[in-house]
């Protein structure tokens, strides 16, 4: 098993350009994550794909970042027109949909190596 | 909203000693916690989850929890420079999507 997947595991990108990150989840799990991590922010939650439907996009900021899972085998993240600020580490967490007490919400989440993005 | 902070932000331990790592969060609904471990150019991998207040051992991890306090921690026995990385508590939302703390940079030094 080669654990999830992200590529590239690094870009660079003009301010105002376009950037898509890939993400190849674990087979056979239905959850997949998007987080970001800086060093003054942290690890933060953006989107979240249960059987490739979007369930929660809450983190994402709203005018530049979109997410899409078109199969079962891949999610991408697309950040438009991007910024300085747009530079962190992107990394993208799968899960089996199960946990205990029958919820999604408790599984071991399984995270890539990420994506760092440095928007110049 | 849930809130999860950690302490101390570093740790500096010697080879064979005991690393205590700490955790508060501000939900009192919260059921279910996680211990990740990040080390450099990684991403985060999960250690252990606990669920029940008291403690719970894996090797030479302890975790313990506290749910009235508001509180869990890790414990790192005969700390090894391998378990040099950064540490995350981190709080399952309703959702699924996971709320983590600032982090512990561990070191540990042969």
């Known amino acids: 098993n080669a654990g999830v997947i992200q590529t590239p595991r690094h870009k660079v990108t003009g301010k105002g350009q376009e950037a898509t990150l890939w993400c190849e989840p674990i087979s056979g799990h239905s959850a997949v994550f998007w987080y970001r991590q800086t060093i003054v922010q942290g690890l933060e939650f953006l989107t979240y794909?249960?059987?490739?439907?979007?369930?929660?996009d809450s983190g994402m900021p709203k005018e530049r970042f979109s997410a899409q899972m078109p199969n079962q085998s891949h999610s991408t993240l697309k950040i438009q027109s991007t910024q300085p600020q747009d530079s962190a580490v992107y990394l993208c967490?799968?899960?089996?949909?199960?946990?205990?007490?029958?919820?999604?919400?408790?599984?071991?989440?399984?995270f890539g190596p990420g994506t760092r993005l440095t928007v110049l | 909203q849930q809130k999860v902070q950690q302490s101390p932000e570093s740790l500096i331990v010697p080879e064979g000693g005991m690393a205590s790592l700490n955790c508060t969060f501000s939900d009192r609904n919260s059921q279910y916690f996680w211990w990740y471990r990040q080390h450099s150019g990684e991403g985060p991998k999960a250690l252990m989850?606990?669920?029940?207040?008291g403690d719970k051992k894996e090797g030479r991890f302890t975790a313990h929890l506290n749910k009235a306090s508001l509180y869990v921690s890790l414990h790192i026995k005969d700390s090894q420079p391998s378990d040099s990385a950064l540490y995350f508590c981190?709080?399952?939302?309703?959702?699924?999507?996971?709320?983590f703390g600032s982090g512990t940079r561990l070191q540990v030094y042969a």
């Open positions: 967490a799968s899960s089996l949909a199960s946990g205990t007490g029958g919820a999604y919400n408790y599984a071991e989440q399984f």
């Open positions: 989850s606990i669920f029940s207040n």
């Open positions: 981190a709080v399952p939302q309703v959702v699924g999507q996971l709320t």
């Open positions: 794909f249960r059987n490739q439907a979007p369930i929660d």
